[in-house]
């Protein structure tokens, strides 16, 4: 007998028939003698419903209220799920956040967990219920909800396995596992039996979608065994866990990233300290940068190109005008035309050929580099959207067999 | 200062509009220097929709379960308010049923208040907020959710002022204060300005659809004074307490209650014991008894007429068939066709003209009393419905003086 949590995203709980669904995979895997928590989010466009609902009469609502409205929808997800169970003749208890000893610190909106007890939970495992967590949501020492923001159910899903030593976490999400590319672009994308939790973080970093980057990150640090799989296929998905079996395949996928800007700075001063000046002022402002690109300095002057996500670019802007940095110097931002396109994979740090193996399929697709950056387990290079789905496809046929 | 607890229903917080008046009530009565609590029911439809939504999932979910949706009503309502409040500028706190301190027994749908604690309340009154707490809920001992079925909303607001010694409990409501008949079917109906306890809890059970009855008890019991005012007109409600002061009307309302089926079992068996076991069997079956009419015994048979209301008129006549009391007997059922009109007035005991005069307007209006029942402050008779709002209408004018 395991210990199974599984988690079901708001479109797999989005009505009644889909309620269902997830009830039989639940009762399935508590016949087959396991224990079963379940963790399901808001149904569908609850939340986005109850946001628009607040917006109406109060858009700068404070955030601990709208912590209470919006952890309404995971407790009508649960209820229901939980009477699906019933329906199908099996035992079930849903739990609130709180219930099931979710301790958060006090950040309204984007809460951290910082202890789950899951005593409640233990307690109806017990009398032989099947529990149904309200995923996204926890309790502050103010005895306040909280809500971990979004796709924070992957997050609970996560913490609760590894609070009870699940053997397994199932996340269940609208695609059967994690593939080597979007297998909607590129035909040839293959699904992986495993991955690393480093390779899985960056691959949900560069726009993968697939899980919740927090939930990587915490099932890393408590070795919690991810799977992702589809609620509708019932095949086996992908494993996300430390040590994967050896593989020849060197890139474990393929991404494009979209939400990209990129911003230059041209004819700074070549002076000490000017990428202190730019960079720790964004960072205090809390906008992310991703590459940094600085030209070699002439006549006193360089150039200073970075990108961030396309959402962040206007603030990024605004706060390097008011930085002063200079005499005749001008500032571009492209927010529209540039993408992102990765390689990931554990096993490229030892194996140098893989960034020249990339840069040749992209110049044999004709298609201009216009930044790059590496680090030990990805490579990304910046080129004009347009050809984003091209680049993908030609880095994936360069780099993955074709196994259809 | 006083401290001034608020309730408002459903209606009164349906949509975005709504929400914001209550929120201008509810800090006009702060600014004038209270502390104010706020009960609110779920917006509009909310637990119709909740409901509906169980049933195309599961017709006969678990009680707990169905507690733990139809909480989340309120969950949303309280936040919106709360956020409405802060609009208008001032600091609002919402609290949900746990939260406020509310502890019930474990009759999920219909659970007792068991005590209210009121300790959350108080900090967030002792920082200047208006507290917004959701009616109809509390915790039972195993920390799970209960609800306290339908209008329990009025019973958790006169909770919090009997737990708070609260100055006043105001109940808004869609009609401006209690009547001495229906105002839309009697043109004469006066507004009274106060009424005792036990009066509105007779024009409570006979259809006045005011106030909940168990809200009515509580303040009884715990000398609560509820007033019932409207949260559109702004204009003084009635009170409701212990000691009104004297006023010639002996008759405080006349009602029209015409969710009533009339049962008649012909020919029963003329021995001891019959109507124990006829009624004895009703009540285990939790069927509510109203008016009781036996024949005279004749031939050693008689005949058991009684009322119910019509949703248990089915079941009724089911359990009646299934008690075999004799042979010849018939049951017959009138659950379409008959009223109940009533006088209520905590002055008529001692005044032995009032069945008299009130049988005397029935005759001069030419309506037939198929049944009569009293107690101390009410005369109640049974009538055809087609000639109810008649009866209404000539009793009410042979009591309360026109005062327009």
Same mark, same amino acid.
């Given at each position: 007998m395991a210990l199974i949590v599984q988690k079901f995203g708001g479109s797999s709980v989005a009505n009644a028939e889909r309620v269902m669904n997830v009830a039989r995979i639940v009762t399935e895997t508590y016949a087959k003698g396991n224990d079963v928590v379940v963790v399901v989010s808001a149904q569908g466009d609850t939340t986005d419903d109850l946001i628009e609902k607040a917006k109406e009469i109060n858009p700068s609502a404070s955030k601990r209220e709208m912590d209470m409205l919006l952890s309404a929808g995971e407790q009508i997800s649960i209820s229901l799920l939980a009477m699906a169970i019933e329906k199908l003749g099996f035992k079930a208890c849903s739990l609130l956040g709180w219930q099931a000893g979710f301790s958060t610190n006090s950040v309204y909106g984007a809460a951290r967990i910082k202890k789950v007890t899951a005593e409640r939970i233990r307690l109806e495992l017990s009398k032989k219920n099947i529990v149904v967590v309200a995923g996204f949501q926890g309790l502050n020492k103010y005895d306040d909800v909280t809500t971990l923001g979004r796709g924070g159910s992957d997050t609970s899903a996560v913490a609760i396995a590894a609070a009870m030593h699940a053997d397994r976490c199932q996340i269940y999400t609208d695609v059967d596992g994690v593939y080597t590319a979007d297998p909607r672009k590129v035909p040839g994308a293959v699904k992986l039996d495993e991955i690393t939790y480093d390779e899985m973080l960056e691959l949900a970093t560069l726009g993968a979608q697939v899980l919740n980057n927090r939930s990587v990150e915490m099932a890393k640090k408590y070795n919690v065994v991810i799977e992702v799989l589809s609620s509708l296929t019932r095949v086996p998905g992908t494993l996300v866990k430390e040590a994967v079996k050896m593989e020849k395949m060197l890139v474990r996928g393929v991404t494009k990233d979209a939400n990209v800007a990129r911003i230059s700075i041209i004819g %700074? $001063?070549? %002076? $000490?300290g000017i990428a202190y000046k730019i960079f720790g002022k964004l960072a205090a402002e809390n906008i992310n940068i991703d590459i940094i690109l600085q030209s070699v300095g002439r006549d006193g002057k360089k150039d200073i190109t970075f990108t961030t996500s396309r959402d962040n670019s206007e603030q990024a802007v605004k706060v390097l005008k008011g930085l002063e940095l200079g005499e005749n110097l001008s500032i571009e931002c492209d927010d529209t035309n540039v993408a992102k396109v990765s390689v990931v994979g554990a096993g490229m740090e030892t194996h140098p050929g893989v960034a020249a193996k990339m840069f040749e399929a992209l110049f044999e697709a004709d298609i201009n580099i216009q930044m790059i950056s590496t680090s030990e387990i990805k490579i990304s290079v910046l080129i004009d959207a347009e050809h984003a789905d091209d680049a993908v496809r030609a880095v994936h046929d360069a780099f993955i067999p074709d196994e259809k």
């Open positions: %700074v $001063p070549n %002076v $000490p």
